[in-house]
C-alpha cells in the first residue's frame, strides 16, 4: 500500500536559517501533497499544498516542491523565526481516493 | 463560521468505561475524518464517514470502537472498554468534498482522552 516516509524526525536551525523537510512517496498515482503545521498542543493546520501538475508553489517563506520521477516533494521555510516552531507533517492523496497518507512528522525547533 | 467543534476537549475515564468523543464538521461539510494521535508521534487514520455512511474503517480497531456520523447531529467516535493504551488524542477533521478535489482538511482541537 501507499508509504510516506518523512525526514528529519527532529530539524533544529537558528533564526533566520533556513529549514527544510522532506518526504518520499510510494504510490506513483499520488496526486495530491499537502503540508500541516502542528503547534504544542494545538490542531494541526494547513500550510502549503501542491498537486501533481505543478512543480513548485510558494507562499511568503514557505515553499515546496514536488519531483514526481522521483517520488518525493519538500517543503522549505525560508528566514525562520521562532513562531515556526512546530511538528510538520506531509501528507500524499492515495490516489483516486479520499484518504490521505501521512507522514511521521517532523519537529523544527528555531533556536534564538 | 465556527469550524469543526469537537467535545468533551479533555476525558478522564477508568478502565472499563466507555468514551464517546463528538464532532461537529464545519458547516457545509459532509466529510468527517477520526484520525488518533499519541504524545510525540504522528496523526493515524482510523475513519473515513460521510452521512450516514462509513466509507472507510480500515483503521479502527475491530473490537471496542465504533463510528457514526447520523443524519441529523455530530459523528461520534465510540470507545468502549477503554483500556490505558486508548489514551491518546482523537482528532477529528471535516472536508468539503474529496480531498483531491476540494483539498484542505479542516481539524478540530482534539479530545484527549486519559484513561487511570
Known amino acids: 500500500g501507499e508509504n510516506v516516509e518523512q525526514h528529519p524526525s527532529t530539524l533544529s536551525v537558528q533564526e533566520g536559517d533556513s529549514a527544510v523537510i522532506k518526504c518520499t512517496y510510494s504510490d506513483s498515482a499520488s496526486n495530491y501533497f499537502p503540508w500541516y503545521k502542528q503547534e504544542l498542543g494545538k490542531r494541526p493546520q494547513l500550510i502549503i499544498d501542491?498537486?501533481?501538475n505543478v512543480g513548485e508553489k510558494k507562499d511568503q517563506r514557505i515553499a515546496v516542491t514536488l519531483n514526481k520521477t522521483a517520488k518525493h516533494f519538500s517543503l522549505h521555510i525560508t528566514e525562520t523565526q521562532p513562531e515556526d516552531s512546530a511538528v510538520y507533517f506531509c501528507?500524499?492523496?492515495?490516489?483516486?481516493?479520499?484518504?490521505?497518507?501521512w507522514g511521521a512528522g517532523t519537529k523544527l525547533i528555531i533556536k534564538p | 463560521n465556527a469550524g469543526v467543534m469537537q467535545n468533551p476537549r479533555h476525558l478522564v475515564r477508568r478502565r472499563g468505561q466507555e468514551a464517546r468523543l463528538r464532532c461537529s464538521p464545519m458547516?457545509?461539510?459532509?466529510?468527517v475524518y477520526w484520525y488518533r494521535q499519541l504524545p510525540e508521534e504522528g496523526l493515524k487514520f482510523m475513519v473515513y464517514?460521510?452521512?450516514?455512511?462509513?466509507?472507510?474503517e480500515s483503521g479502527m480497531p475491530k473490537e471496542r470502537f465504533s463510528a457514526e456520523f447520523p443524519k441529523e447531529g455530530p459523528s461520534i467516535l465510540r470507545i468502549q472498554q477503554v483500556v490505558r493504551g486508548d489514551s491518546a488524542a482523537y482528532f477529528c477533521?471535516?472536508?468539503?468534498?474529496?480531498?483531491?478535489?476540494?483539498?484542505?482538511?479542516?481539524f478540530g482541537e482534539g479530545s484527549r482522552l486519559t484513561v487511570l
Open positions: 458547516k457545509g461539510h459532509s466529510h
Open positions: 477533521a471535516s472536508s468539503l468534498g474529496l480531498i483531491e478535489n476540494t483539498g484542505e482538511l479542516f
Open positions: 464517514l460521510q452521512k450516514e455512511n462509513i466509507i472507510d
Open positions: 501542491i498537486r501533481s
Open positions: 501528507a500524499a492523496s492515495k490516489g483516486s481516493n479520499y484518504q490521505l497518507i
